[in-house]
């Protein structure tokens, strides 16, 4: 068996092992929050689908995943498995079985998996309703020892077994509807050389500052390579989704986190990521709240980040874009902010509000409790920042810049005014004019406007994000408060994106120490707990989905500019 370099180990449960480009991954995880006693090839063409469960043929086998290689383990006896591009898997034993089965057992008219050979290459071929999609095993050598369920209908037991008693090779392969007979022309050994040497050249591109002081870089960066997909259905480009577990799509501002992380070594997915949700803009400018391979979804949207991120995309990019990239995008955010300014202003406010928390992206912040149309700080300072960006491409374009300009200022000008109470942010019930605070990190979200903000309240908004500080970072509501919950999302939880926008400000504000005292916490809690949707924020716990892509890039973010400063000495 191999004995071929495979990358750091990983905790098959908290995290998919996958491919680049790979639609598919093995996992126990079949559905939200739902986990299997056995791993599944779970596809994600049109949805989270396990297709195939993969059982040892003994009890008691452990796992033990790297980037380049899974492997079930008895003793000395094992099955690997590695990728053969992003379509193929290659899964072989030693002395120990395996069946590949059907995870659906009733198929009908409308639902389920059918099983068939192919007398055409004498392969099997399983068929899914649920993706659409064809999963053809290869035996390359040895034999099948049993076959259940060919051609069956109805309720079946539809498998394949593998003997423990010599060795074999397998091909499975996810495909459309035909394609050539499987050659396995490279060996395992080979494969497993090829991903590895993929797997570090991407790792060596996004973090060559990796040393001792970021022990978590090299998974941060499997978590980013391992959830990316190829282009297909509605995914227009090469894309990261959030997850491979059950977030597996793109919302309209995770994707600018890992734009960001992606920028310095990989441009040119970087850019893919950051234009995706732009390529569904519709006819009002908005972005969609989330795509992925079958579904676009307008319910929502997401708030206008995007120009924030695009200064820091372009600061890390190795080379600028071209005059036509940057006028597409100029363009494209330009209908984007429009958006804001014409549909989302009640007549007579300077101030855009949002329909519902799910618009801010913090779906039940505290801030939205008692109402959920609400013109809020967050909001206000995010479009300011996006509007001094615009400003700057159209000078930069040749274009006139004085309406970007001079709606910033207005928007900022009400802000402060409309919303600001001393000591931090309220929230307006656009109908009613009725302002109400709460202790959601929500309110203090200005914070990211940095030094565009007044000294003194950007003085008072650093001493209230250091009330939400845990030693694990920054709790979305205060431990202290009535409403805080350990597991309730955006009640408390501490999440990447809120981390890395807090921590930009604080530092461009002049708040160096609070910055890097949130940015120190932030990477020590992904050291301790992996890449989580977000964290218990006294305990450290990750929770929800564990291997969320947004989470890995931010880590990656905080953890390159800590680098940074410490080779500069400061």
Excluded at 39 to 65: D, E, F, I, K, N
Excluded at 134 to 147: E, I
Excluded at 390 to 413: K, M, N, Q, Y
Aim: net charge negative.
């Amino acid at each position: 068996m191999t004995a071929a370099p495979s990358g750091p180990e990983f905790g098959i449960q908290d995290i998919p092992f996958s491919y680049r480009g790979s639609w598919f991954n093995i996992s126990p995880v079949v559905a939200e929050k739902t986990y299997a006693d056995d791993l599944h090839l779970v596809s994600h063409q049109t949805g989270l689908h396990p297709v195939l469960r993969l059982a040892p043929t003994v009890a008691g086998t452990t796992v033990v995943a790297t980037p380049t290689l899974l492997t079930w383990r008895n003793g000395a006896d094992r099955i690997e498995a590695v990728y053969d591009g992003p379509d193929a898997l290659r899964i072989r034993g030693h002395r120990l079985g395996l069946r590949v089965a059907a995870a659906a057992h009733t198929l009908t008219p409308f639902s389920g998996t059918y099983l068939y050979a192919d007398p055409v290459d004498g392969s099997h071929v399983f068929t899914s309703y649920e993706t659409g999609r064809r999963y053809r095993v290869t035996v390359l050598s040895g034999a099948l020892l049993r076959t259940d369920g060919t051609q069956a209908l109805g309720t079946a037991d539809r498998s394949l077994d593998l003997p423990g008693d010599q060795p074999w090779e397998i091909a499975i392969e996810e495909y459309a509807t035909a394609r050539r007979p499987y050659a396995g022309s490279v060996s395992f050994e080979q494969l497993c050389r090829d991903r590895f040497a993929e797997f570090t050249a991407f790792v060596d591109a996004i973090a060559p500052w990796r040393g001792p002081e970021t022990p978590a870089a090299e998974l941060a960066a499997y978590v980013l390579w391992s959830a990316t997909v190829a282009p297909a259905g509605f995914v227009t480009r090469p894309a990261v989704l959030m997850s491979k577990h059950w977030m597996d799509k793109v919302w309209s501002w995770d994707h600018c986190f890992n734009a960001i992380a992606l920028a310095a070594g990989e441009p040119e997915l970087a850019w893919h990521q950051f234009q995706l949700p732009f390529d569904h803009q519709d006819e009002a400018g908005a972005l969609p709240d989330s795509i992925t391979h079958s579904e676009v979804l307008h319910n929502y949207v997401k708030p206008p980040i995007h120009g924030w991120a695009l200064r820091h995309l372009r600061r890390r990019l190795p080379q600028p874009p071209d005059r036509a990239a940057l006028a597409q995008t100029y363009d494209r955010l330009a209908r984007w902010t429009g958006f804001w300014l014409d549909a989302r202003r009640a007549p007579g406010h300077d101030l855009p509000h949002y329909q519902h928390g799910n618009d801010s992206g913090w779906d039940n912040a505290t801030t939205f409790d008692e109402n959920r149309v609400l013109e809020t700080a967050d909001l206000a300072a995010f479009l300011v920042s996006q509007l001094r960006c615009l400003a700057d491409l159209a000078t930069e374009l040749g274009e006139p810049a004085t309406r970007w300009s001079g709606e910033a200022d207005r928007i900022h000008r009400a802000m402060l005014r409309d919303l600001w109470d001393g000591e931090r942010f309220c929230a307006r019930n656009p109908h009613t004019g009725q302002r109400r605070p709460s202790r959601s990190l929500l309110d203090l979200m200005p914070v990211a406007l940095g030094a565009d903000l007044p000294a003194p309240v950007a003085a008072a908004l650093a001493r209230g994000v250091e009330t939400h500080l845990t030693r694990h970072g920054l709790a979305t509501e205060p431990t202290d408060s009535a409403h805080y919950l350990a597991d309730g999302y955006w009640r408390g939880p501490i999440w990447a994106p809120s981390t890395v926008l807090v921590e930009d400000g604080l530092r461009r504000a002049g708040q160096t120490r609070i910055a890097d005292d949130i940015s120190r916490r932030f990477l020590a809690l992904c050291e301790k707990s992996g890449f989580a949707e977000n964290f218990d924020a006294e305990t450290g716990t990750g929770l929800r989905d564990r291997a969320y892509t947004w989470t890995a890039s931010s880590y990656l973010i905080l953890a390159a500019a800590q680098e940074e400063r410490r080779i500069r000495g400061g």
